[in-house]
């Protein structure tokens, strides 16, 4: 059965004649050794105490709240940067740092909870879901009301028709001689692939954001073990 430290949750080595000290920080384990005499079976009876919670688990009640409300406040400003274009850099900071600013909220909640890289990386993948699934709800109701509800969609409208212009030209010049080239330029102008195109670019959008929370959350959980554990040595 693995043991671990009390205080940075390091697991103990076991056997005889072990050092009743912790080897990562230093720290007494006669308050470990004393609970589990009072908790361990006897004539079968116990003490009713439950035992302490693994050090290496995430409360995911707190994480998950630290996420959604990460998540809320980025599509608020996401929303509000498509009406204040000096909102749109504090929006698209916010977002990237989401994972990393979730773990801030985690840890001032939980400041005894044990972290490293890799409870890190998933609190960063929850946090990433919940800012991908919030942007992509928020951004497609928002399209729905400006182009019905405003008509004010040209802009992107224009921007999009550029875009699927240079993709024909480039398909121009390397298929010249392609005799399917004519119904692929022919395709190109359908509003079923305009939509696969937009939805393939925000599929892409949402990918690299999940894959940065996840290496942000590694990162920001890893730093958080190395100052726990300097801080427990000296």
């Known amino acids: 059965m693995h043991q671990y430290c ?13 050092s009743p000290f912790c080897p990562h920080c230093g720290s007494p384990q006669l308050y470990l050794q004393e609970y589990q ?19 290496q688990r995430v409360e ?4 998950i709240r630290c996420a959604l409300a990460v998540a809320a406040v980025a599509i608020v400003l996401s929303l509000a940067s498509s009406r ?10 916010w977002s990237i740092s989401g994972s990393i600013i979730t773990l801030g909220f985690y840890r001032r ?16 993948l929850v946090a990433g879901l919940m800012l991908v699934v919030g942007l992509a709800v928020s951004g497609a109701i928002a399209g729905l009301v400006a182009r019905y509800g405003l008509h004010n969609m040209a802009n992107f409208d224009a921007q999009l028709t550029t875009q699927l212009g240079q993709l024909r030209d480039q398909l121009q010049r390397s298929g010249a001689d392609s005799p399917e080239l004519p119904q692929i330029l022919k395709f190109i102008t359908t509003p079923e692939f305009r939509s696969g195109f937009m ?20 990162v920001s959980g890893m730093l958080r073990t190395r100052g726990k554990t300097s801080s427990s040595i000296s």
């Open 109 to 124: 909640r939980r400041p005894e909870a044990w972290m490293d890289a890799a409870i890190g990386a998933r609190i960063g």
């Open 37 to 55: 005499q009072q908790t361990s079976l006897s004539d079968g009876e116990t003490t009713g105490t439950l035992p302490p919670p693994h050090p």
């Open 84 to 93: 204040i274009a000096v909102v749109s850099p504090l929006s698209w900071l």
């Open 199 to 218: 939805l393939t670019g925000v599929s892409m959008a949402g990918l690299f954001l999940l894959a940065l929370s996840i290496l942000g959350g590694a």
């Open 6 to 18: 009390h205080r940075c949750g390091g697991e103990l080595p076991g056997g005889d004649g072990i």
């Open 60 to 63: 995911w009640k707190t994480a």
